[in-house]
């Protein structure tokens, strides 16, 4: 049997996110929620039907809810990585939630405070079958414990994924 995943049928109601900045992270009620800054750059987009449904927007809010369990025991976890170097190594690191949650925001504020640039939104991709959702943050060399990270990746199990466009 051949089955096909056909990659313009999943939907995913990201928008113009991509490259939109993040502001701010907050996790109450085991709910983790990740809001951008969003812009509409009309030469970045062919396709005038999605333009048109997201163009009016500002911000956006990624909330998803977690288990109270995986995140104690860190089945949800943040992934920060740095580039890879000439001897074709990296470093890794991983956070649990509330550690993500704190770092980020301090790191926020502080790159909002010296005309940093901010995080930006880079993707997410889902794993229905796992309910298992990725969403791919670039830090921009994140000076955290020594290493400069450049991306982050937040790996939650959960059951949905809001988008909230304002």
Avoid: Q
Avoid at 33 to 42: A, D, R, V
Avoid at 67 to 89: C, H, P, Q, S, W
């Amino acid at each position: 049997m051949t089955e096909k995943l056909i990659m313009k049928d999943m939907n995913i109601p990201d928008g113009i996110l991509h490259d939109s900045k993040l502001y701010s992270v907050s996790l109450e009620n085991n709910e983790l929620t990740l809001s951008f800054e969003t812009y509409y750059y009309p030469d970045d987009y062919t396709t005038t039907e999605f333009v048109e449904k997201y163009k009016d927007f500002t911000k956006c809010h990624i909330k998803c809810k977690l288990n109270a369990d995986n995140v104690k025991y860190r089945f949800d976890n943040a992934l920060i990585e740095t580039g890879i170097n000439k001897k074709n190594k990296y470093e890794g690191c991983i956070l649990s939630i509330p550690e993500f949650v704190d770092t980020a925001n301090e790191e926020i504020k502080k790159r909002k405070e010296k005309g940093y640039h901010s995080w930006e939104y880079i993707d997410t991709a889902v794993t229905p079958n796992i309910r298992s959702v990725l969403i791919e943050l670039s830090t921009y060399g994140w000076k955290y414990k020594r290493n400069n990270f450049r991306t982050c990746s937040l790996r939650l199990f959960t059951e949905e994924v809001e988008f909230i466009w304002e």
